[in-house]
């Protein structure tokens, strides 16, 4: 019987163009743009079919959590690999390599991006299953979507002769980087694909083509894995030793060098939700033209795409427009330049913006929390934790907490005293108190914070206690 292909599926990226909806905190990956799951758990659902093992899911530390509560969602069982930095897509893939080589030898691995949308899921496991015998061949594949228009957003790959014996694979004549529009409308005419990003390889095959192209990107990353260490759910990748490998991505690399490089040209609808424009291509329309997420009118207004999951949003008078509502910030553009909204999120940076990093809904290991007022010495929360989530035994030096509790039952400890409070009941820490809050029971536990003091800001908490390892 034949191995299953382990599912590798790489989380990291900010997702800039998709402001301000994407931040760094919670990028796009996590957010539900297009239905009721985010593209990471699309993903995932993806691969959890029988022919693939448990998913290895590569992210960063800031949102290992995020990871988790998703995963747990789709009650999915998942290997957690920690970065302790950026280093690019290359080191990413290797890390996962050794660590699927480390669970089967023989391992096959199916690298995907968590940020992709694929709408024939039959159609991608067809062209996953021609890749599969190219991959036992010893190939390391990647896939190229036949293109449906001259992007400019995408790579290309010009896809050579056909392999014997491999049928649905081909050898790859040339990797070229984003073109410009004449470029692009060049390649498409002459049979190049886009190059999606999603790979799949022997782990074994792969690693060795990497010590021989990139020892400085192998020989860290494999010591990287050896020296991990287990953190609550997650595999923490071993900080000193990670950061000496280059930074850079796998096409460059690996791709772009190797002799073992094969393509499987596929035509799956496939995109990198890569934009607002390309969300409003993928979204359902009316005749118009218009779609939208949430709350929206439109009136004598064409071709144009309104995401307001909160605000009621009207839209007069216009064409091929982009509106952007989130409770602290809009974003309105033109939908032919919505690709260059990342340029705007750097000016954004530039001028000391925090919308550009930080949502008002905050997600934390045991819930979220989310602005809801502030002013001189107050702020206004409303809190939610999930059944069974404990936040940390802490204290603050500059404020005290007013608590209401809207739902569910909340247990409280201050200074040594454990109560319990339910819906309409209300309590108060005083400055300095030692004080815990956890969700005892089976429902979401929802309440309202109100905190007064000198200074407000998330660095005033002394930890004594936390199940989550946070210091």
Same mark, same amino acid.
């Given at each position: 019987m034949?191995?299953?292909i382990i599912p590798v599926i790489l989380c990291g990226g900010s997702g800039q163009r998709l402001w301000p909806v994407s931040r760094a905190t919670h990028p796009k990956q996590f957010h539900a743009l297009l239905g009721e799951i985010s593209p990471f758990q699309a993903t995932v659902k993806r691969v959890t079919g029988e022919i693939f093992d448990a998913p290895i899911i590569v992210t960063g530390n800031d949102h290992r959590f995020l990871v988790a509560d998703q995963l747990r969602v789709l009650d999915v069982e998942a290997t957690i690999v920690l970065e302790p930095m950026r280093r690019d897509s290359c080191a990413a893939i290797a890390a996962a390599a050794e660590v699927a080589a480390r669970r089967a030898p023989d391992a096959v691995v199916l690298i995907l991006a968590a940020d992709h949308e694929i709408v024939e899921i039959d159609q991608f496991l067809k062209h996953v299953a021609q890749g599969l015998k190219a991959a036992h061949a010893g190939r390391i594949v990647t896939f190229g979507i036949h293109p449906t228009e001259p992007a400019t957003g995408y790579g290309y790959i010009l896809p050579g002769d056909g392999l014997d014996g491999l049928d649905g694979a081909c050898a790859i #004549?040339?990797?070229v980087e984003k073109p410009d529009r004449a470029t692009a409308e060049t390649y498409v005419a002459n049979g190049y694909l886009w190059n999606s990003g999603n790979f799949l390889f022997r782990a074994r095959d792969f690693l060795d083509e990497l010590g021989a192209l990139a020892p400085d990107i192998a020989a860290p990353v494999k010591a990287a894995v050896a020296d991990a260490e287990a953190d609550l759910d997650f595999l923490r990748l071993n900080e000193a030793d990670f950061a000496k490998a280059r930074a850079t991505s796998v096409d460059y690399a690996v791709m772009e060098k190797t002799a073992r490089a094969a393509v499987v040209p596929s035509s799956f609808t496939w995109s990198d939700i890569g934009s607002w424009g390309a969300?409003?291509?993928l979204a359902e329309k009316c005749e118009d033209g218009?779609? #939208?997420i949430g709350r929206a009118v439109f009136h004598e207004t064409a071709n144009s795409f309104v995401h307001s999951p909160g605000s009621l949003t009207t839209v007069l008078g216009l064409e091929n427009v982009i509106v952007v509502v989130q409770r602290d910030s809009v974003l309105v553009a033109s939908r032919e330049r919505s690709e260059e909204v990342k340029a705007l999120v750097e000016r954004l940076?530039?001028?000391g913006h925090a919308e550009v990093t930080e949502h008002q809904r905050i997600y934390r290991p045991w819930g979220d929390y989310e602005r809801i007022d502030a002013g001189q010495g107050y702020q206004v929360k409303r809190i939610t934790v999930r059944a069974g989530g404990k936040l940390s035994l802490q204290s603050h030096r500059h404020r005290a907490e007013h608590w209401v509790v809207v739902s569910g039952t909340a247990k409280v400890t201050v200074d040594g005293e454990d109560f !319990? !409070?339910?819906?309409?009941? #209300?309590?108060?820490?005083? !400055?300095?108190?030692v004080h815990r809050l956890e969700n005892p029971g089976t429902e979401t536990l929802e309440l309202i914070e109100v905190q007064s003091g000198s200074y407000l800001g998330e660095d005033d908490i002394v930890r004594y206690e936390d199940i989550y390892q946070r210091s």
């Open positions: 034949q191995a299953k #004549s040339a990797f969300v409003w291509g218009n779609a #939208s940076a530039t001028d !319990l !409070l339910t819906a309409n009941q #209300s309590t108060y820490i005083p !400055l300095g108190a």
